[in-house]
């Protein structure tokens, strides 16, 4: 069984959502990033950085433990663990890898900060119209359903954000509600992980 070790934002919701579609034997254990939780010795043994999201697979490569850390990355690693949501051919997987480190690189980080920095609003727009015009053709970023939607969809699960109304770009908004309707991605989004449970 997977320990992944995370807390309710939206990177630590992400590696939820592929072990829920992978069926992935996991058990949550919350690290209260407020807290001073994910500073201890014992944390940063797993993640260098005072990170989360980051996971412990008994079962690693070579049958030996193996401890990752970055969401997308555990994603990855998720998808060769078990052969799913990698994308087909080679061509189909570097196109998902394409889109990961899209999402991972540009979304991901332009929007977190976006409350903060309203001056990021135009790049958001601008990442917004990317996505909205690949997603006018396509129901997925990458062919079928993938990592490639996974990581993107727990920023967009509940969109917040004052400056933008989501419903501007349509193609964006149907691609978002086909995905929550799936039921890894509506458990990952409302699982409840709480301080009172954080590790020590």
Same mark, same amino acid.
């Given at each position: 069984?997977?320990?992944?070790?995370?807390? !309710?934002?939206?990177?630590?919701?992400?590696?939820?959502?592929?072990?829920?579609?992978? !069926?992935?034997?996991?058990?949550?254990?919350?690290?209260?990033?407020?807290?001073?939780?994910?500073?201890?010795?014992?944390?940063?043994?797993?993640?260098?950085?005072?990170?989360?999201?980051?996971? *412990?697979?008994?079962?690693? %490569? !070579?049958?030996?433990?193996? =401890?990752?850390?970055?969401? &997308?990355?555990?994603?990855?690693?998720?998808?060769?663990?078990?052969?799913?949501?990698?994308? !087909?051919?080679?061509?189909?997987?570097?196109?998902?890898?394409?889109? *990961?480190?899209?999402?991972?690189?540009?979304?991901?980080?332009?929007?977190?900060?976006?409350? #903060? &920095?309203? *001056? +990021?609003?135009?790049?958001?727009?601008?990442? +917004?119209?990317?996505?909205?015009?690949?997603?006018?053709?396509?129901?997925?970023?990458?062919?079928?359903?993938?990592?490639?939607?996974?990581?993107?969809?727990?920023?967009?699960? &509940?969109?917040?954000?004052?400056?933008?109304?989501?419903?501007?770009? %349509?193609?964006?908004? #149907?691609?978002?509600?086909?995905?929550?309707?799936? %039921?890894?991605?509506?458990? &990952?989004?409302? *699982?409840?992980?709480?301080?009172? =449970?954080?590790?020590?």
């Amino acid at each position: 069984m997977i320990d992944l070790y995370t807390w !309710g934002t939206t990177n630590g919701r992400r590696p939820i959502i592929m072990l829920e579609e992978t !069926g992935t034997p996991y058990r949550i254990i919350p690290v209260d990033i407020h807290d001073g939780s994910s500073r201890t010795p014992e944390f940063l043994k797993i993640s260098p950085a005072g990170k989360i999201p980051c996971m *412990v697979d008994p079962h690693g %490569p !070579g049958h030996e433990p193996f =401890q990752i850390n970055e969401s &997308a990355a555990m994603l990855m690693y998720l998808g060769e663990k078990t052969g799913q949501f990698l994308g !087909g051919d080679a061509r189909n997987r570097w196109e998902v890898t394409r889109w *990961v480190f899209f999402h991972a690189t540009n979304v991901a980080i332009t929007f977190s900060a976006l409350n #903060r &920095a309203p *001056v +990021l609003e135009s790049r958001c727009r601008d990442l +917004l119209d990317a996505m909205n015009n690949h997603l006018v053709d396509n129901e997925y970023f990458a062919g079928d359903y993938s990592i490639a939607d996974m990581v993107p969809i727990s920023r967009f699960a &509940a969109f917040k954000f004052d400056a933008i109304d989501l419903n501007e770009y %349509p193609h964006v908004v #149907r691609w978002r509600d086909r995905l929550i309707a799936r %039921p890894a991605i509506r458990h &990952a989004m409302e *699982v409840p992980i709480k301080p009172a =449970q954080a590790a020590q």
